[in-house]
């Protein structure tokens, strides 16, 4: 079996850096982005069968992203945001345009490997 | 030589102001050529820091996932976690990879919680950084005091609140902020307890920092609030007005009434608002009743309030400030009018144009 | 004629000449010295500030960024996405289409997937009708964004009209084609909410030139020094203005202008003094000296701040002919908003405003060029009438023109240990060789621009109106 691909867009670098080991000790295959522009070209090349990204990013949002996966890709892969405190609203926008989960920041790596799991169960 | 003693003399001519001019002008250009070969020493080291920052990023960055993953491995302190500690340990000795490696540890802090915090925190202390910190508790200058402060708050650092509590009172107000930050982060709603005796203004900024750092605690177990809102200082009064809003204090609606006739205008416009994300119906009357003697502001929140909380008797005062002087106030009567009887509504079509308010001039133009 | 007579001229002459130099190099050297210390206290300030926080909080006030835009097509949604994107989460966009004659607003329409909407406008300031109306995006990606199609009225009423759109408590009013760093409203908005014992009533930023530099995506990538000599003396003269008079001003609490690229405003405030004035060429200035005058006469405390963080890019002109037009808008602007509020100038009433501020703009700022071109003009006649004293014109020109070069020098160490944005290798030299050229390559044709600026508005009304009508919205 190949490995599940994941892109992950994130701005903080240690953090991608974490999240990037995390996962891959876990068997799956990264690609990381630093904003929605480089998100959405990854996604487009590699066909990831999970998108991980940050709401709040340069340029191009994670809202955008996901916007872009629904409406212009028009394909179901599970979308799973991260949020700061206080950017509810935000998030149920991220419901509302089709994102599957989301995880609150600061959040514990852990639980994300969890949720990531159960969605790609 | 011939030339220069032309020069000399040339120069001893001259009134004594030319020659003020010249040995200033002498002194400037020895500045100038100074300063141009200084600004060449600052642009180099400048730039020395820069690749430093960029390499020392990359390399503590790697060295950290290194270092909390090896956690997953083995519950005890393995040894490898152990190698990287000595390393960091060495490191710190210089100021500038300290301040990197606070940095990155920093940052993620902010981002990640649970079991990892906890590998992060235990880093910080068994490098040996939190002494840094607690060092700069003792300098002399305020901004280093604030800084390590704001350090020990972010990670969490419990066993100096002595240390850090007498800053409460500082006359600079960065470092007072920064005490307060330390106290509500590590003892939640308890570590506001400074606000009842705060004499100083809580400005915006702090306001909204303290209202993060609580909104992002796992434990939203929320004191009683009702001493601040009757608190002397108008600032206080503010905030926990944001608290009862964040925190659906219906318990304080007692409270929050007394506030309508505050004598500060923007607490009593915001009690408004607080009282319409609480169901406030009960303000209502006493609103009606003297709102002629209300503020533009006031009659704006209050038209909001009624926007949510109308009730089909409400009609007769809406009807009444159809004419209201103020454009905002015609339209929500207008809005609240048609939601609560769209007959009488589409009536006032009917009334010819020089009758009608500004408001439905414009809503007609729209429809 | 009467010898004496002449004498008595040419000495009063000599003595105005010499208070004015003495005066303005007096002023230079004492706006250094207190920009110096209110940068280190900012510096200070900010070395621990966690701007996380209220980037984040919902409970942070609403920001609305108002960019009018007039034939930008070329641009316009690449801008428009960079506004979008940035680090804030109380923030709305709205885009003022000025009657532009090109397709910029089908562009934007396209990209966004905008509809029109029913939009009632509480027409708080006069404008300009609405054209096609009001837009707004069907993807709730876009949600920040509205999209006023109106008249072209210029940017003064395109800025009134998002005034009068905005619901929230701030507005951040910008040039479309500027690029704003991701952190800049969280930055900007800082001073509004820190202050507690006067009210903020605007907040000015620091323009930065964008020519040469590479954005990539919105994004910043890289600085560098363009080529062309007149831009870079461009660069030298906004570090001057920049961190070394307006830092200074700020700490004096006398700003008497916010860059029209880029400023935040108290949205209550801006609206009851009436908006931006559509009459001046110089709106941006015009608006802050009213706010100013209003909050003055109302006997209320507050303060005009300012934020010294490289946060805004924008194009420099590159050609002299742009770059003179440009100028020559600005002397004017300057005049008009000096002549209009006159009132102030010299009036206790107005406190520091009226004492220190008008007086240093009307002397230092307006007058300067005409008491420099009267001082050349002068000079010549002295040569005709060989009447120069050279040993003293020799001295006082090397003096004057070692010290320019020393404070643009200043000027470069305050950037190097601030904000440090040409790090490349090789810049630190060739800025220190501007120091030296840029009083022969850019001062003559400020000079110049100033003057005609002053010839175009008591002489030529026409092209006083004709400019503005045809006014495109670029800073160039």
């Known amino acids: ?121 | 030589m011939i030339d220069i003693q032309y020069f000399v003399d040339y120069y001893n001519d001259f009134p004594f102001l030319v020659k003020l001019v010249w040995i200033v002008s002498g002194l400037m250009f020895s500045a100038i050529i100074l300063l141009t070969i200084y600004l060449k020493v600052i642009r180099y080291y400048l730039r020395k820091k820069d690749k430093e920052f960029t390499k020392f990023k990359n390399e503590y960055e790697a060295l950290l996932v290194e270092y909390l993953y090896a956690d997953i491995e083995s519950e005890e302190f393995n040894k490898e976690q152990q190698a990287i500690i000595l390393k960091i340990k060495d490191h710190i000795l210089f100021k500038n990879k300290r301040k990197m490696i606070i940095s990155i540890l920093y940052n993620l802090m902010n981002e990640v919680s649970g079991e990892m915090a906890d590998s992060i925190k235990t880093l910080y202390y068994k490098t040996g950084l939190i002494d840094y910190a607690l060092t700069r508790l003792k300098n002399k200058n305020w901004y280093i005091i604030a800084k390590g402060i704001g350090e020990l708050t972010r990670f969490t650092v419990a066993d100096v609140h002595d240390d850090v509590i007498k800053f409460i009172k500082h006359p600079k107000r960065e470092v007072r902020k920064e005490t307060q930050l330390y106290l509500v982060s590590l003892y939640h709603f308890e570590g506001l307890s400074f606000l009842n005796e705060l004499k100083e203004p809580l400005s915006e900024w702090d306001q909204v920092q303290l209202l993060e750092i609580l909104q992002k605690l796992d434990d939203q177990e929320i004191c009683d609030i009702r001493p601040w809102l009757r608190s002397t200082n108008d600032t206080v009064v503010l905030f926990a007005l944001k608290l009862s809003q964040i925190y659906n204090q219906f318990e304080v609606k007692d409270s929050l009434m007394d506030l309508l006739s505050h004598q500060n205008k923007s607490i009593r416009i915001y009690v408004i608002e607080v009282l319409t994300h609480l169901y406030g119906i009960e303000a209502k009357d006493k609103l009606k009743a003297n709102f002629n003697d209300l503020s533009i502001e006031e009659q704006i929140s209050f038209f909001g309030l009624l926007e949510k909380l109308v009730i089909p008797s409400d009609e007769p005062f809406i009807e009444k400030h159809l004419f209201h002087k103020n454009f905002e106030i015609q339209l929500l009567a207008l809005k609240i009018l048609k939601s609560i009887n769209i007959d009488k509504f589409m009536g006032l079509n009917n009334l010819p144009t020089h009758k009608k308010s500004p408001a439905m001039l414009k809503l007609e133009k729209i429809a | ?476």
């Open chain 3, 1 to 476: 004629m009467n010898t004496s007579t002449v004498d008595i001229i040419l000495h009063l002459f000599h003595y105005l000449f010499f208070t004015y130099a003495v005066a303005a190099i007096g002023s230079y050297i004492i706006l250094a010295i207190i920009s110096g210390k209110e940068t280190i206290e900012y510096l200070k300030k900010n070395s621990f500030v966690n701007y996380k926080d209220i980037l984040s909080s919902t409970m942070s006030p609403s920001i609305t960024i108002i960019a009018p835009a007039y034939n930008e097509s070329l641009n316009v949604v690449e801008n428009v996405r960079s506004l979008l994107s940035n680090h804030y989460v109380n923030y709305s966009v709205i885009i003022v289409n000025d009657g532009s004659k090109d397709d910029s607003l089908e562009k934007l329409i396209e990209a966004y997937d905008l509809e029109k909407i029913d939009y009632i406008i509480n027409e708080k300031l006069k404008t300009k009708p609405l054209r096609s109306g009001v837009y707004k995006s069907k993807n709730p990606a876009f949600e920040k964004l509205m999209v006023v199609d109106k008249e072209n009225g210029g940017k003064a009423d395109a800025l009134n009209m998002g005034l009068n759109i905005s619901t929230t408590e701030y507005v951040a009013c910008i040039d479309v084609d500027c690029l704003l760093l991701e952190d800049a409203l969280q930055k900007m908005i800082k001073p509004f909410l820190e202050a507690t014992d006067a009210k903020v009533i605007a907040t000015g930023g620091v323009i930065r030139i964008a020519n040469s530099c590479v954005i990539r995506g919105g994004k910043l990538i890289d600085v560098n020094l363009p080529k062309s000599l007149l831009v870079q003396s461009q660069i030298l003269e906004y570090l001057r203005a920049f961190l070394l008079g307006r830092m200074a001003w700020s700490r004096l609490n006398g700003l008497l202008v916010i860059s029209g690229a880029f400023g935040i405003f108290d949205k209550k405030i801006a609206i009851e003094v009436g908006g931006y004035d559509t009459e001046t060429v110089g709106e941006d200035m015009e608006i802050i000296v009213r706010m100013r005058r209003y909050m003055e006469e109302k006997g209320e405390k507050y303060k005009v701040s300012y934020i010294p963080d490289p946060l805004c890019w924008t194009e420099a002109p590159d050609s002299y002919k742009i770059f003179i037009s440009q100028r020559n808008r600005w002397t004017r602007g300057t005049i008009e908003t000096l002549k209009k509020h006159r009132k102030i100038g010299f009036n206790r009433k107005y406190g520091s405003f009226g004492l220190l501020s008008y007086p240093y703009w009307l002397i230092f700022e307006r007058l300067a060029p005409i008491i420099e071109l009267v001082g050349i003009l002068y000079f010549v006649v002295l040569v005709v009438l060989q009447q120069v004293r050279w040993e003293y014109a020799v001295s006082f020109f090397v003096l004057a023109y070692l010290f320019s070069v020393l404070f643009s020098i200043v000027a470069l160490y305050s950037e190097e240990l601030t904000f440090h944005q040409y790090k490349k290798k090789g810049n630190g030299y060739k800025l220190v060789l501007l120091t030296a050229l840029e009083p022969f390559v850019l001062h003559p044709f400020i000079l110049y621009a100033a003057i005609r600026g002053n010839i175009d508005y008591y002489f030529n009304k026409k092209k006083k109106w004709g400019v503005m009508q045809r006014k495109g919205l670029t800073s160039a």
């Open chain 1, 1 to 121: 079996m190949s490995k599940n691909k994941i892109v992950l867009a994130e701005d903080n670098s240690t953090l991608s850096l974490l999240l990037k080991f995390r996962l891959e000790k876990e068997g799956y295959e990264l690609f990381m982005a630093v904003d929605g522009k480089e998100a959405i070209e990854l996604i487009e090349t590699h066909k990831p069968d999970l998108i991980l990204t940050d709401i709040m990013m340069p340029f191009v949002s994670g809202l955008e992203v996901i916007s872009h996966v629904r409406n212009e890709l028009i394909i179901e892969t599970p979308i799973i945001v991260f949020s700061s405190a206080g950017q509810e609203e935000m998030v149920l926008k991220a419901f509302s345009l089709g994102a599957n989960d989301f995880m609150g920041k600061p959040f514990s790596p852990n639980e994300l490997v969890i949720r990531v799991k159960r969605l790609l169960a």
